[in-house]
């Protein structure tokens, strides 16, 4: 079954600090991998997408690596803000065709506290 | 160039009514996608529509719940006789190509259902 997994669940750091969020998937045929970042009361924003010829893509302090042979991800996020407190969600799509899926990870909600 | 635009923002409905969420992608794209959130919950996929037509809509209950994306006008998810179970936010995505390209989903930011 593709399944997309990411923890920890939720996480709480100190302004300034760096962290890194998982994302593990089984998702196959894998096309590509996204990382979204969700406010409180808003839709997703895209953060990276990565294909599998892809390894590491950066977006600001963001950064996203992809391991396309153990198929994992992480988001790891520099010198931490307050505006980085969200849900960080990662998606991966399946398949080639025009009916492929786009498969959600449950989340990943990180607060920064000051 | 405008994101995609969700409305209402929030709707109020009573057991029984009916429930029209509406809404418009990004001018170009013909790809509509719409999610249901429950409160602390990730997003749960419901229907995937490509203009006129339904591509998959694998993640939809079979009863009181129907999608369309006209030719014309924006996408509509519209929810027959609501119960609470309904309450959520719902919302909806756009893309000018199908999933496996290499293009960004781009969300509204949604319409929550509170069902009294």
């Known amino acids: 079954k593709n399944q997309v997994e990411q923890s920890p669940q939720s996480l709480i750091i100190l302004e300034g600090k760096n962290c890194t969020l998982q994302?593990?998937?089984?998702?196959?045929?894998?096309?590509?991998l996204r990382w979204y970042k969700q406010d409180t009361g808003r839709g997703p924003v895209s953060l990276t997408i990565?294909?599998?010829?892809?390894n590491t893509k950066s977006n600001g302090r963001y950064t996203a690596t992809l391991d396309a042979d153990t198929k994992q991800s992480s988001l790891h996020i520099t010198a931490s803000q307050l505006s980085d407190s969200a849900s960080y969600i990662c998606?991966?799509?399946?398949?080639?065709?025009?009916?492929?899926?786009?498969?959600f990870g449950s989340g990943t909600r990180l607060s920064i506290r000051p | 160039n405008a994101g995609v635009m969700q409305n209402p923002r929030h709707l109020v409905r009573r057991r029984g009514q009916e429930a029209r969420l509406r809404c418009s992608p990004m001018?170009?794209?013909?790809?509509v996608y719409w999610y249901r959130q429950l409160p602390e919950e990730g997003l749960k996929f419901m229907v995937y529509?490509?203009?006129?037509?339904?591509?998959?809509e694998s993640g939809m209950p079979k009863e009181r719940f129907s999608a369309e994306f006209p030719k014309e006008g924006p996408s509509i998810l519209r929810i027959q006789q609501v119960v609470r179970g309904d309450s959520a936010a719902y919302f909806c995505?756009?893309?000018?190509?199908?999933?496996?390209?290499?293009?960004?989903?781009?969300f509204g930011n949604g319409t929550r259902l509170t069902v009294t």
């Open positions: 995505a756009s893309s000018p190509d199908p999933p496996a390209a290499n293009s960004p989903l781009h």
């Open positions: 998606v991966v799509s399946e398949g080639y065709s025009s009916a492929s899926k786009i498969i």
């Open positions: 994302c593990n998937y089984t998702v196959s045929p894998f096309s590509n």
């Open positions: 990565m294909t599998f010829s892809e």
């Open positions: 001018k170009g794209h013909s790809h």
């Open positions: 529509l490509q203009k006129e037509n339904i591509i998959d």
